[in-house]
């Protein structure tokens, strides 16, 4: 099953380059959590709710910042080359403005799904299970990313919209192991949230090489298949080839 192996893919990578892995999840909790935090203090309180408007808007500047440098050192560690410190500051840096493109839809999309969380959190009936279906769409997002991310960073050149479209064709193609991540994710998330030791040295790099692993892999299968069509289709126009003048095919 390929979430498991790519789930176990990333672990290894977790061992073989700790300390830079650790030092680029914990330079993404510092530069990307405080102004999430910020804007729910802010929204939280109805005299402060501008402010958190505002915090709202930086937050795909401080993700692309942050993400650049995880999203960098996972596609140099997968790809199997070797990683410096200095990497995790050239991938913050790198395509820094495409980055924030692509986190500014990212952000629109996720602040609509905990919109409508929060929404239908507050309304009484049957309406509350709309709670738990925009919960598990915003966990479906955030895989989406993991998906989105690393896409962008092997293929630099490609166009924003024909980055999107591909990474959710991606996640589409091993739809079974995207819901085992969605899964284990969720898990993972909470722990998280229990335990910040997970969060600020784990949870980000690790999902970072396994979406990388994941988004790999799905590319390979496309690839395969398409090399097998190749084949079929070449293997057919030789047959035909050889075939001799007027006679019948046989019915499939």
Same mark, same amino acid.
């Given at each position: 099953?390929?979430?498991?192996?790519?789930?176990?893919?990333?672990?290894?990578?977790?061992?073989?380059?700790?300390?830079?892995?650790?030092?680029?999840?914990?330079?993404?909790?510092?530069?990307?959590?405080?102004?999430?935090?910020?804007?729910?203090?802010?929204?939280?309180?109805?005299?402060?709710?501008?402010?958190?408007?505002?915090?709202?808007?930086?937050?795909?500047?401080?993700?692309?910042?942050?993400?650049?440098?995880?999203?960098?050192?996972?596609?140099?560690?997968?790809?199997?080359?070797?990683?410096?410190?200095?990497?995790?500051?050239?991938?913050?840096?790198?395509?820094?403005?495409?980055?924030?493109?692509?986190?500014?839809?990212?952000?629109?999309?996720?602040?609509?799904?905990?919109?409508?969380?929060?929404?239908?959190?507050? $309304? =009484?009936?049957? *309406?509350? /299970?709309?709670?738990?279906?925009?919960?598990? +769409?915003?966990? %479906?997002?955030? #895989?989406?990313?993991?998906?989105?991310?690393?896409?962008?960073?092997?293929?630099?050149?490609?166009?924003?919209?024909?980055?999107?479209?591909?990474?959710?064709?991606?996640?589409?193609?091993?739809?079974?192991?995207?819901?085992?991540?969605?899964?284990? $994710? =969720?898990?993972? *998330?909470? /722990?998280?949230?229990?335990?910040?030791?997970? +969060?600020?040295? %784990?949870?980000? #790099?690790?999902?970072?090489?396994?979406?990388?692993?994941?988004?790999?892999?799905?590319?390979?299968?496309?690839?395969?298949?398409?090399?097998?069509?190749?084949?079929?289709?070449?293997?057919?126009?030789?047959?035909?080839?050889?075939?001799?003048?007027?006679?019948?095919?046989?019915?499939?």
């Amino acid at each position: 099953m390929i979430a498991f192996r790519t789930f176990w893919q990333a672990c290894i990578n977790i061992f073989e380059d700790l300390f830079i892995l650790l030092l680029a999840n914990v330079m993404w909790v510092i530069i990307a959590l405080p102004l999430p935090y910020l804007a729910i203090t802010f929204l939280l309180n109805p005299t402060t709710v501008p402010g958190g408007i505002v915090m709202l808007v930086l937050v795909p500047f401080a993700l692309a910042f942050a993400g650049g440098g995880l999203t960098y050192v996972s596609r140099q560690i997968v790809d199997g080359k070797a990683v410096r410190i200095p990497d995790v500051w050239y991938g913050m840096r790198f395509q820094y403005k495409r980055q924030v493109q692509l986190y500014a839809i990212w952000c629109v999309v996720l602040y609509t799904c905990a919109f409508n969380m929060w929404f239908y959190s507050t $309304t =009484t009936g049957n *309406l509350q /299970i709309l709670t738990f279906l925009f919960f598990y +769409l915003t966990i %479906f997002w955030m #895989i989406y990313l993991a998906f989105l991310m690393p896409l962008s960073m092997r293929f630099p050149d490609h166009p924003i919209r024909m980055l999107m479209r591909n990474a959710a064709g991606l996640m589409f193609t091993i739809a079974g192991s995207m819901i085992i991540m969605l899964i284990l $994710t =969720t898990i993972l *998330l909470a /722990i998280s949230v229990i335990s910040v030791i997970v +969060l600020v040295f %784990f949870f980000a #790099i690790f999902t970072t090489l396994w979406g990388t692993h994941m988004m790999d892999a799905a590319i390979k299968i496309i690839e395969d298949r398409e090399a097998a069509s190749e084949d079929d289709g070449d293997g057919d126009t030789h047959d035909a080839a050889r075939r001799p003048a007027g006679q019948i095919r046989p019915r499939d």
